[in-house]
C-alpha cells in the first residue's frame, strides 16, 4: 500500500498498459494541479511497449511526493489491474482516469467541502478531453446521486455517483 499525506481526500487511479506516451503526456499536463488532497497512483499492468515513457513516468513519481508508480510483474487483466487499486488506496475516495484521456482537472479541488457534506458519493469520475485530428474535444458529464442528477456547469465538470 503506497503511502499518502493524512489530509487526502482521494486518490487519482491511472491504471495503464502500453500507452507509456500517452500516459506521460497526460501526466505532465495534469502534475500542476497534483496537491495533498488528491495524490495519484499509477498502476502499469505489465506493460511490454514503450518503457522509454514508462521509466520516465517512474522518474517524475520518484521525484513528486503526491505520484506514485507501480508495475506489476505479470499482466493481471484490466480488471485485476483496477482491482489492485482497492488493495493500495486507503483515502475514502478513488478517481479512475484512464490512461488515454486527458481529464480536467479544475474541479477537483473545489469537491472537497462537497464530499464532507455529500456522504452518500460512492465514486468520481472526471470529464476529459480527447484529440482527435489534431482538435481537442472536452465532454462534460453530471453529478449523479441516488435521487437527483446535476448538470456539468453545477458540479465544475466532475462526475459523481451515488451508491445505488
Partial sequence: MFQNDM????TIC????????????????????VNDFWPILISDNASTSELQEYKE???????HKNVHYSRHSKNLRFEG?????????????IVVI??????????????VPLLSKHRDIGA???SMENTRNGKRSKYSQAVLWEDRTFLPADCKSIQLFGMV
Fill in 14 to 33: 491511472i491504471p495503464t498498459y502500453n500507452r507509456g506516451a500517452r500516459l506521460l503526456s497526460m501526466l505532465k499536463e495534469v502534475l500542476p494541479a
Fill in 57 to 63: 513516468v517512474a522518474g517524475i513519481a520518484a521525484r
Fill in 98 to 111: 484512464s490512461d488515454e484521456d486527458f481529464p480536467c482537472m479544475d474541479g477537483l479541488n473545489s469537491l
Fill in 81 to 93: 489491474n483496477l482491482l489492485s487499486f482497492f488493495e493500495n488506496v486507503s483515502t475514502q475516495y
Fill in 7 to 10: 489530509s487526502a481526500i482521494g
Fill in 124 to 126: 468520481i469520475r472526471s
